[in-house]
């Protein structure tokens, strides 16, 4: 049997990624690897509840945008207080898409990334 493990972000920033996550997710560095010649930096993030985790992968050689395509994937999260995380996503200035008529939201991290908002149900 398989069970979700984690899900990748590149990114162009890492420092600029890890506190946006912290800020609007909670959600913290539980392992990193970096390479020996700098060429990589791979930081998993967990929210402390479950075994899944966030990858933040930062590669030296890669210095442009990177391209999203048309933002059509994305990654969900459960807000227990929903109303609570849309105020903070609206003071943090991250949320990119409202659908009122589903009882969801999105935010966008550094890079372009969507995270959908969902409420606990």
């Known amino acids: 049997m398989l069970s979700f ?3 990748n972000f590149n990114v162009s ?4 990624s890890l506190q946006f996550y912290k800020d609007a997710l909670d959600l913290e560095p539980v392992r990193r690897k970096e390479a ?10 967990g929210d402390g509840k479950t075994d899944f985790r966030l990858e933040l992968t930062w590669l030296r050689d890669h ?7 048309e933002c ?16 903070r996503h ?5 949320i990119c898409f409202e659908n009122p ?4 939201y999105f935010i966008s991290d550094p ?7 969902i409420p606990a149900r």
């Open 5 to 7: 493990n984690h899900f």
């Open 63 to 69: 210095p442009q945008k990177y391209d999203l395509g």
């Open 13 to 16: 920033d890492l420092d600029k």
């Open 90 to 94: 609206d003071a943090l200035g991250c």
């Open 101 to 104: 008529e589903m009882g969801i």
């Open 72 to 87: 059509e994937f994305h990654l969900a999260m459960q807000a227990e207080d929903y109303a609570a995380a849309h105020a």
């Open 36 to 45: 020996a010649d700098g060429n990589f930096v791979i930081a998993f993030l």
């Open 111 to 117: 890079d372009g990334y969507w995270i959908e908002i």
